[in-house]
């Protein structure tokens, strides 16, 4: 079976898109991380296949190991930005409605020559129910009446993390890393780019406490906004993650480190984040790269 793809990315977070909005498309977990594979394969954080469904169309978001995630918010602008270039929207529209297995999404976009260049993404309220996110921890912490996981402490070989539980339809975990009091196997600097997370970050993807695994973010707050790396559930460290810059500023929020809104950088760039009554906001850039055919 031959696939047409587009090859995508939300600040460096890649994706391979596949167009199932007019036949149906079926893949394999296999096949997913077949053509994840940054040597055998077209290479990608994850597979999104757009399909037909509730909104103006549905993401149907794969990790690069083949799982099933809930949300993935730089999907959902590559989505977007899918559905607007491929002519899929009525002209004149500057907003859609995208279906992802976490709910409905409204996306409002910009474009420039026809095609869609940035766009804000209302990713709903973040849930901080600890059977919800999932994470076996009790609530110890509690702001404006709501309960939370505020400050989980996991033991690890290395050095203990502390933990903020936030879930954006998919579970993370922030840690607010205390560079100089790390261990010499962990940070060779004072720079959240000299932290080593080869082996921290799959050690806390896939703790005990985490029933469904979890993305880990290691923070820093600048005062240009945050800084964060993330280490993604079946799929490693990546460029950027949409949900898991919409958790880091929640959890910022929450423990009092920011206020309601900041910008978050990654290292594949920058999102703007904003937790208002209606819930969060996330503003950032979608791009295209190159169209192929996967034998
Ligand atoms: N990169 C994504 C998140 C993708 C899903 C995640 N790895 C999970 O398993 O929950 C984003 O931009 O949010």
Not at 39 to 62: K, S, W
Not at 168 to 190: C, K, Q, T, Y
Not at 214 to 243: Q, S
């Amino acid at each position: 079976m031959a696939y047409s793809f587009t090859k995508m990315h939300g600040l460096g977070n890649d994706f391979i898109v596949i167009d199932g909005m007019t036949s149906p498309i079926d893949l394999s977990s296999d096949d997913v991380s077949a053509m994840c594979d940054r040597h055998r394969g077209i290479g990608a954080d994850g597979v999104i296949i757009v399909r037909p469904g509730q909104g103006d169309g549905f993401m149907d978001y794969r990790n690069a190991d083949g799982s099933l995630a809930q949300m993935c918010g730089n999907g959902v602008r590559v989505t977007a930005k899918f559905l607007v270039d491929r002519g899929y929207l009525p002209p004149g529209r500057d907003s859609l409605r995208i279906g992802t297995r976490a709910g409905l999404k409204e996306v409002r976009f910009e474009t420039a020559g026809g095609r869609l260049s940035r766009a804000t993404v209302t990713m709903g309220q973040p849930i901080l129910d600890p059977a919800a996110i999932p994470v076996h921890a009790p609530v110890d912490s509690d702001h404006g009446g709501v309960p939370y996981v505020g400050a989980l402490m996991i033991p690890t070989p290395w050095c203990p993390a502390t933990v903020t539980c936030v879930s954006m339809g998919n579970p993370h975990a922030v840690w607010f890393v205390d560079l100089e009091s790390m261990p010499d196997e962990l940070v060779r600097g004072d720079r959240l780019d000299s932290l080593d997370l080869s082996a921290i970050g799959p050690y806390l993807e896939s703790h005990t406490v985490f029933p469904e695994k979890a993305n880990i973010e290691f923070v820093t707050v600048e005062p240009d906004g945050l800084h964060m790396r993330v280490y993604e559930r079946g799929v490693g460290e990546t460029l950027a993650c949409g949900t898991g810059a919409c958790a880091v500023l929640v959890a910022a929020y929450l423990t009092g480190r920011t206020g309601p809104s900041s910008a978050v950088h990654l290292p594949g760039g920058t999102l703007h984040i904003d937790y208002r009554e209606d819930g969060v906001h996330m503003t950032g850039p979608a791009s295209t790269v190159f169209h192929g055919t996967w034998e």
